[in-house]
């Protein structure tokens, strides 16, 4: 089966600031992504775990999106300035799509 080349971009952010993060994707035009909820990890600050919490503060999501790579400059750089404010984490990989119209 054929495949093509993209680049998939991972955010994990703060609850409170994905309607930001979703905001300056459409306006720099991403097709598409999808929100998971992040239920536990550790970092720089140690261990967190989003269990007891009621609101949607110090909740945490990953959100991914696959594209093109002529765009991962331009949609890193908008999001890296809602981001690098907040408790957050973007990563970048290679990945290979079976349906390249759909990204």
Known sequence: MQTFAKKQIRIIC?????????RHLAS????????FPALSGSGSEGDWDREGMIGDAGQMVLVVVVLDEE????????????????MGVITISD???VRPDRF
């Open 28 to 35: 720099a035009g991403v097709k598409g992504y999808t929100v």
């Open 71 to 86: 765009d991962l400059d331009r949609v890193l750089t908008d999001i890296f300035d809602v981001v690098s404010t907040q």
């Open 95 to 97: 990945v290979e799509v």
């Open 14 to 22: 703060e609850r409170p600031i994905l309607k930001r993060v979703q």
